[in-house]
């Protein structure tokens, strides 16, 4: 009555003999249980609009979330994550294996996935999450399982370090059964969900905030060229990854990155433009969800550099 014949819900009370309150609960519990869902598809967009601008030039789809310029850096990304949620859904199908990369946008796009039940697929996380005083599983495991939850899927955790002290180590261990079991699940993924890490966001990531590099790694890699990351791989801004840390990094490369067909990016936030830039050229992603300050500065930054 609501959402296929446009009732109101003061006509849907009157018709039910119920309040209007009672109306509104039983449509959120319609929302949050899943038996209903709103969907935002990708269109190509005007020639002229922000995603439209965007999929021409980099041959992906892309939704822009309008977002008032009153709302806090939390807000927004709350806002875009809520399109995203239901942007991830229809992409998926019973069967599915989905790759999360852990972050503070990927948690709050699982924080507002919609239930559905997908039966047979499977949710595997991408990159490792501990540092040198922490596990990481209580940080890592809350996004995996709450997106695990909300489609009925299996879960595939990836117990190690986000990033290892040393190379040999990391090539070592990718010997380990228990560990090639896991990165076998990354490569069947038909579907990757991730943010984008930036050393310059307003909103921190977690990559750069967490412990996860010492400062003097971080001021190397800024030396380097380094813009920010995907999945814990640092990027620069023309995408490579050619560099001594990310020999230490677990997360996938690039080249790893886009042999999953589906690859969604969740960007919030101008100030992480120019990261996105990086994974743009690096060719990681396929659908992308931004605000439209982010969708601005991008482009902004593309003529910038054309006109240069």
């Not at 699940?185 to 966001?201: E, K």
Request: net charge neutral; aromatic share 4%.
């Amino acid at each position: 009555m609501y959402y296929l014949q446009g009732q109101t819900m003061e006509t849907i009370a009157r018709h039910l003999g119920v309040s209007r309150s009672s109306v509104s609960r039983l449509l959120t519990y319609a929302r949050n249980s899943g038996l209903v869902r709103i969907s935002v598809a990708a269109t190509p967009g005007n020639r002229g609009s922000l995603s439209g601008q965007i999929n021409e030039i980099f041959g992906i789809r892309t939704s822009v979330v309008p977002v008032h310029d009153i709302h806090t850096e939390v807000n927004r990304l709350h806002n875009v994550a809520r399109v995203a949620a239901e942007r991830l859904v229809d992409m998926l199908k019973p069967g599915d294996t989905l790759g999360i990369a852990w972050g503070n946008t990927t948690s709050e796009v699982t924080r507002c996935l919609p239930r559905v039940n997908l039966p047979g697929s499977t949710v595997v996380q991408l990159n490792g999450a501990a540092t040198a005083t922490e596990s990481g599983v209580p940080y890592a495991d809350a996004i995996i399982s709450r997106a695990a939850t909300a489609l009925g899927a299996r879960m595939v955790h990836f117990p190690v370090p986000a990033f290892f002290d040393f190379a040999e180590t990391k090539e070592a261990l990718w010997r380990e059964r228990s560990v090639t079991s896991v990165l076998a699940t990354i490569d069947s993924a038909n579907v990757a969900l991730f943010g984008i890490g930036s050393l310059s966001a307003r909103l921190p990531s977690r990559v750069y905030s967490g412990g996860f590099l010492d400062p003097d790694e971080i001021s190397h890699a800024q030396e380097d060229g380094v813009v920010g990351d995907v999945c814990t791989v640092l990027l620069r801004e023309d995408g490579s990854t050619d560099m001594d840390l990310n020999k230490r990094a677990s997360g996938p490369s690039p080249a790893t990155l886009r042999k999953i067909p589906r690859r969604l990016a969740v960007v919030a936030g101008a100030s992480k433009a120019l990261p996105l830039l990086g994974a743009l050229h690096a060719g990681v992603i396929t659908d992308l969800v931004l605000d439209d300050g982010a969708a601005r500065e991008l482009l902004d930054l593309v003529r910038h550099r054309t006109h240069a």
